[in-house]
């Protein structure tokens, strides 16, 4: 049962997120950064976390203080491709197909993008993270709607290789 709520603004939203959805993708993002201790200081929010080895849980030292908020949205659980090859989210956060509201995508439907090339945003506790390709791929299918809430492992595009 989730007991702390807050509200997070994304893309222009207003978005529901537990706290522990954000300790889950604060979390991710030391580890994908190497990261020991995060401290984090706000308005209404005090988190620290500090990770004791490669396979301990985070440790919450400190939590925000309770205030109202209406009931978040049902987690959205990752949904199999129907087929083939897929890019997948390596954090949970807000999908974005670009880097701004008036900005063109960065990839649709039937492109061919090279390694390295930028996929789409994920952003995660106010961390915009960059997707890129891993190989040469063809963007069959994108899985995702723009601005919808993600988690971690959930696919994103639906490739071929190129």
Same mark, same amino acid.
Do not use: W
């Given at each position: ?5 807050? !509200?997070?603004?994304?893309?222009? !939203? ?10 889950? *993708? ?26 004791? &080895?490669?396979? $301990?849980?985070?440790?919450?030292? /400190? ?5 109202? $908020? ?8 990752? *949904?199999? *491709? $129907? ?15 670009? &880097? &701004? ?27 915009? /993270? ?7 791929? !063809? ?6 709607? /723009?601005?919808?809430?993600?988690? &971690? ?10």
């Amino acid at each position: 049962m989730e007991i702390f709520k807050m !509200k997070e603004t994304a893309g222009g !939203k207003t978005v529901d997120v537990s706290i522990k959805d954000r300790v889950s *993708a604060l979390y991710e993002l030391m580890t994908s950064e190497h990261l020991d201790e995060l401290e984090i200081k706000e308005k209404d929010f005090y988190l620290y976390i500090k990770r004791k &080895s490669k396979t $301990a849980a985070p440790a919450v030292i /400190n939590v925000p203080v309770a205030q109202a $908020a209406a009931p978040a949205a049902a987690p959205v659980s990752p *949904a199999p *491709a $129907a087929g083939g090859p897929t890019v997948k989210s390596p954090i949970i956060g807000v999908f974005y197909q670009a &880097s &701004s509201p008036t900005a063109p995508s960065f990839v649709k439907e039937g492109d061919v993008v090279s390694q390295g090339k930028t996929l789409c945003i994920v952003e995660a506790m106010k961390v915009m /993270n960059e997707i890129k390709a891993d190989y040469r791929m !063809k963007i069959v299918k994108i899985l995702v709607e /723009n601005g919808k809430p993600i988690v &971690s492992g959930q696919d994103l595009f639906m490739v071929e290789k190129a």
